[in-house]
């Protein structure tokens, strides 16, 4: 059986009605592949952010995680955009569990270096892949908080990162990133079919690509160097779209690869 890994964020997480549409396609698609599914939460995150009267703070698309940050970010995770997402799901007669990269130390991480002063960032050393063989013996869907272990305390961990190690770690079939831009642009803002490391080398330091999908591209790409065939990065566009883009009738985002 084929393992499918699909990170989901932005409005998607979101947006009841765009939820709903993909609860229902990814209950369809559980019943025929092992799917892992991965989600962020950022806008969640920057409205309860309000709370701590504290502007969010991003460093080359990475979130500046202050201790206080670092809770609200648990909790938002991994508690309600998680459970959110889980209750959609079942509803949809997807049979699935939420779980964190603490739970279990599914996913472990240290200290995120050499990209500037980021507080409780992590980089992921290590993914236990027997926790999800575990739920696909017992056909559940995992759905993962991104929010990550390591010596004791929690990490905030990029959400296309963590779904990108998980692909690596499972060797994944088909690996989907979903977010609110329908795939990487260029200078005239039209989407980019198909991206190798040249072409996006170049336009990050053009500053074509800039802001958070630079850590999207990037870990795409090393996902492509250690081992995964292709990533596509989407935006929602209904769920007989995504059927499409995963039997590879059509694409509507960006492809990146060799």
């Not at 990475?62 to 970010?73: E, G, N, Q, S």
């Not at 869907?141 to 929690?154: E, F, K, R, W």
């Amino acid at each position: 059986m084929k393992t499918i890994v699909v990170k989901i964020g932005g409005s998607l997480a979101v947006d009841e009605a765009k939820l709903l549409d993909f609860a229902v396609v990814a209950a369809e698609v559980s019943k025929d592949f092992r799917l892992v599914i991965v989600h962020g939460g950022g806008k969640d995150i920057n409205a309860n952010l309000v709370l701590l009267n504290e502007e969010p703070k991003f460093i080359n698309g990475l979130r500046v995680t202050t201790p206080a940050i670092m809770d609200m970010v648990e909790m938002t995770l991994s508690g309600k955009v998680n459970k959110k997402l889980v209750r959609m799901l079942l509803l949809n007669n997807a049979n699935v569990a939420g779980i964190s990269g603490v739970d279990a130390k599914l996913l472990e991480a240290k200290p995120l270096q050499g990209k500037g002063d980021l507080g409780a960032v992590g980089d992921i050393f290590k993914v236990n892949t027997q926790i999800l063989e575990a739920f696909f013996a017992s056909n559940i869907t995992p759905v993962i908080s991104p929010v990550s272990y390591g010596d004791g305390i929690s990490y905030n961990v990029n959400a296309d990162t963590a779904a990108s190690e998980i692909a690596i770690a499972l060797k994944a079939d088909s690996f989907i990133l979903i977010s609110d831009i329908s795939g990487v642009l260029d200078q005239d803002k039209k989407i980019i079919p198909h991206l190798n490391r040249g072409l996006a080398n170049s336009l990050i330091q053009s500053g074509v690509i800039s802001g958070g999908m630079i850590p999207k591209v990037q870990s795409a790409l090393e996902s492509i160097e250690r081992g995964l065939k292709s990533i596509h990065i989407i935006g929602w566009e209904g769920a007989e779209a995504f059927k499409k883009q995963l039997s590879g009738i059509s694409n509507s985002g960006t492809i990146i690869g060799n």
